[in-house]
C-alpha cells in the first residue's frame, strides 16, 4: 500500500525561526514526485514546493527547502525565517508515474507565534 | 497567472438532493480531478479524467457520483442525492500532464448537507 506519514499533528514556533517538518512515504515505485501543499484557514491547497524521485539535489523556493532521503523514504520541509503568513496546516503528498492521484498524510499543523 | 477556478465556494442542500460542483481548469491542462476533505481528516481522491473518460476512481466514488465536461472548459461533479457524510470540502485540480506534472487545486467548495 502507498501512504504518507506526516507524525507532528501540530508544531509551533516564533516568527522569525526556523521549522522543519517531518514526511515519510511508502511505495514499492522507483519513480514519483513528492510534494508539500500548504492550505491557510482560507482551506485553499496551495502548492509550496516538489521534488522528482530521480533528482538528487534538493528543491528549494526562496525560505523553502526540502531534505529528500530517498532510502529512507523521507522528504522534510525546511521553513527559514519563518513568517506569521506560514501559519496553515501543511500536507505532504506524492504521486507515481503508474497512477493519477495524490497520496497525502493527515497534514501538521504550523503555529508562526509573533 | 492561470488559476483553477470552483463554484460555489458555499453550498447548502438537504439531504436527498442533487447537487453540482462547478470547476473551470486551467485552460491548456489536459487532466482533472476531484478530491474531497472531510473536516479534521485527509485528503482523499474521488476522480481523475482525462479525454472525456474517467481514468481513475476511488471506492468513494460510487454511482452517486458522476463527473462531465460539458463543454470546452467546465468541469463538474455532481452528487445525485446526498448525504450528510457527503459534508466536506471539494477540490477541483488539474494537470498538464500524468504523473509528474503538478497538480493545481481550485479554492474548494464547502458542500455542507442538513
Known amino acids: 500500500a502507498q501512504t504518507v506519514t506526516q507524525s507532528q499533528p501540530e508544531m509551533s514556533v516564533q516568527e522569525a525561526e526556523t521549522v522543519t517538518l517531518s514526511c515519510t512515504y511508502d511505495t514499492s515505485e522507483n519513480n514519483y514526485y513528492l510534494f508539500w501543499y500548504k492550505q491557510p484557514p482560507s482551506r485553499q491547497m496551495i502548492l509550496v514546493i516538489r521534488?522528482?524521485?530521480?533528482k538528487q539535489q534538493n528543491a528549494t523556493e526562496n525560505r523553502f527547502s526540502v531534505n529528500f532521503q530517498k532510502a529512507a523514504k523521507s522528504f522534510s520541509l525546511k521553513i527559514s525565517d519563518s513568517q506569521l503568513g506560514d501559519t496553515a496546516m501543511y500536507f505532504c503528498a506524492f504521486i507515481t508515474d503508474s497512477n493519477y492521484q495524490l497520496i497525502w498524510g493527515a497534514g501538521t499543523k504550523l503555529i508562526i507565534k509573533p | 497567472e492561470p488559476e483553477v477556478t470552483q463554484t460555489p465556494s458555499h453550498q447548502v442542500t438537504q439531504m436527498g438532493q442533487e447537487v453540482i460542483l462547478r470547476c473551470v481548469p486551467i485552460?491548456?491542462?489536459?487532466?482533472f480531478y476531484w478530491y474531497r476533505q472531510i473536516l479534521g481528516q485527509k485528503v482523499e481522491f474521488l476522480v481523475s479524467?482525462?479525454?472525456?473518460?474517467?481514468?481513475?476512481k476511488s471506492e468513494i466514488f460510487d454511482d452517486q457520483f458522476s463527473v462531465e465536461r460539458p463543454d470546452g472548459s467546465n468541469f463538474t461533479l455532481k452528487i445525485r442525492s446526498t448525504k450528510l457524510e457527503d459534508s466536506a470540502m471539494y477540490f477541483c485540480a488539474s494537470s498538464a500532464e500524468r504523473g509528474e506534472e503538478t497538480q493545481y487545486f481550485g479554492p474548494g467548495t464547502r458542500l455542507l448537507v442538513l
Open positions: 479524467f482525462y479525454n472525456n473518460e474517467i481514468s481513475e
Open positions: 521534488q522528482e524521485a530521480y
Open positions: 485552460s491548456n491542462h489536459l487532466y
